[in-house]
């Protein structure tokens, strides 16, 4: 092949592709032509294209990326065809503009009929998964990636977690038996490709450095993209639409874009509800925190919702705190939930998994806990002397919750079947106590969380159950469900 370049270099010369926008080597000509080729603009052959041929591939291929189309090979039409992409060949986008339109070159994509499953159910596999990613998260990317086109259509997805699946995903390093020109480029350029139906594998380039948390390679985005051409969808021509052929960063908006609901429904069909869901990239930054069972009937539904929280807490503006592992959710009292909000970027050196988090009644200061170690800030300010070892004066190492009690004007801190009533300047746990949980007629013992609602009542959580102490009559009053039954804490009202 390399014997071919100085003709084709004058053969490009000849025909007129102009290359006079600076110097374009040799090395630029042949990756471009290898480029052309592989995405299916030049027809990939042994003999030498003709300089009509490249002009003719480098229009359509600057056509399909919105440069502008010149049929040269300027400085930004190499630079577009460096870009990391989708492995996948974007020729059949071209198909129908030829055949259709008699040379005139018009947005729409082609779809074959052949192209797609017959029927509505499909199950997946994932064959593997990068070392340093945890099997959880991945698990729950792809999960979410499947949910975007099961939202929007006819289709449903399961995973098998044994053989046969009808879709299989997995990640490869270089050749990987499914042909030269698919074999993987190392970091950048192809960083992933995947078969139309019905051969349903996608993969996946081992050499990324892939990320679910923002860093890298996004694999959510890829993992979607990549299911989509599982699903029979081609590229498409639209800059914003999930299945345009070059890697985006995870949008804040919408993953889909207009065009991909319409190219899968167009396969399969609407929902049978009707109802589209469309799930915005905000929601995907963090997948140790996203839980895909709440996406299915609802919307969108924070993860705490489904699990234990580590704590929760309103502050003095009445804006409750629901903190879990890394993040912590804000609910406005009108039921507004915020996104997972990192930890440790609003409360510098504060550990992830708190035990116990509480606001004090009295100046609004922010009180953690975690082993033997208490935290306290003003707003995210972490106090002079602080993280302080508070077991060493008394206070119980590994606390299950802590409240601020309005009529003691105190930190209560309740551990096993014991609470204690602990001075908040010294931070030292005041006489007589601790003392048993008896005082609090029917509260269980370890409960993992508790609070006092604006209204004064004092709510109990643990596992899936609350309890409401009653500070008049000293006794817990009502039990039930808090997700369920609990609106202020964000769970039962459906949120998008
Ligand atoms: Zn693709
Ligand atoms: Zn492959």
Request: charged share 20%; proline share 5%.
């Amino acid at each position: 092949m390399e014997a071919d370049i100085p003709s084709l270099f004058l053969l490009l010369v000849i025909t007129g592709l102009c290359l006079c926008n600076g110097y374009i080597s040799e090395e630029t000509l042949q990756t471009a032509q290898v480029f052309l080729e592989k995405y299916g603009y030049l027809e990939e052959t042994t003999k030498q294209h003709s300089g009509k041929q490249l002009a003719s591939a480098v229009r359509e291929f600057q056509w399909l990326s919105h440069l502008s189309v010149s049929g040269e090979l300027d400085t930004s039409t190499v630079q577009q065809m460096i870009q990391p992409r989708c492995g996948v060949k974007d020729i059949e986008s071209l198909k129908l503009v030829k055949s259709h339109h008699h040379g005139r070159q018009r947005k729409k994509r082609y779809i074959s009929k052949s192209k797609k499953w017959y029927k509505q159910h499909l199950t997946y596999q994932i064959v593997n998964w990068p070392w340093y990613l945890s099997q959880h998260q991945v698990r729950q990317a792809v999960k979410a990636a499947f949910q975007l086109w099961s939202n929007v259509s006819s289709l449903t997805f399961s995973e098998a977690l044994r053989d046969p699946a009808d879709i299989r995903l997995a990640f490869f390093d270089g050749d990987h038996n499914d042909g030269a020109g698919n074999a993987f480029d190392g970091p950048g350029g192809a960083l992933a490709h995947a078969f139309f139906p019905r051969r349903g594998e996608a993969h996946f380039d081992s050499a990324e450095h892939w990320s679910l948390n923002g860093k890298g390679r996004n694999l959510f985005v890829v993992l979607a993209h990549e299911i989509g051409h599982t699903l029979g969808l081609p590229h498409s021509s639209f800059k914003n639409a999930l299945m345009s052929p070059y890697y985006k960063k995870l949008n804040k908006d919408y993953v889909l874009n207009f065009d991909d609901v319409l190219a899968i429904q167009n396969l399969y069909g609407a929902p049978p509800s009707g109802n589209l869901v469309q799930l915005p990239g905000k929601q995907f930054a963090f997948f140790q925190d996203w839980s895909p069972e709440s996406h299915e009937d609802s919307g969108m539904k924070p993860s705490y919702c489904h699990s234990i929280f580590d704590a929760i807490t309103w502050d003095l503006k009445k804006t409750l705190y629901i903190f879990k592992g890394r993040h912590f959710w804000m609910v406005s009292l009108g039921g507004k939930i915020s996104p997972p909000q990192s930890l440790q970027k609003r409360w510098k050196k504060l550990p992830s998994y708190i035990e116990a988090a509480v606001v004090s009644g009295l100046d609004g200061k922010f009180y953690f806990f975690k082993g033997g170690r208490c935290w306290r800030y003003k707003d995210s300010i972490l106090e002079e002397g602080f993280p302080q070892k508070c077991s060493m004066n008394g206070l119980p190492r590994r606390p299950d919750t802590a409240l601020y009690f309005q009529p003691l004007g105190h930190l209560v801190i309740f551990k096993g079947s014991k609470y204690y009533v602990v001075n908040e300047e010294s931070l030292t746990v005041e006489p007589y106590y601790p003392r048993s949980l008896h005082d609090w007629k029917g509260v269980p013992a370890n409960s993992h969380s508790v609070l006092t609602h604006p209204d004064g009542a004092i709510y109990f959580f643990k596992g899936h159950q609350y309890w409401i102490f009653d500070q008049k009559k000293l006794k817990v009053t009502t039990s039930g469900k808090w997700a369920e039954d609990l609106s202020w804490i964000g769970c039962k009202n459906d949120v998008t």
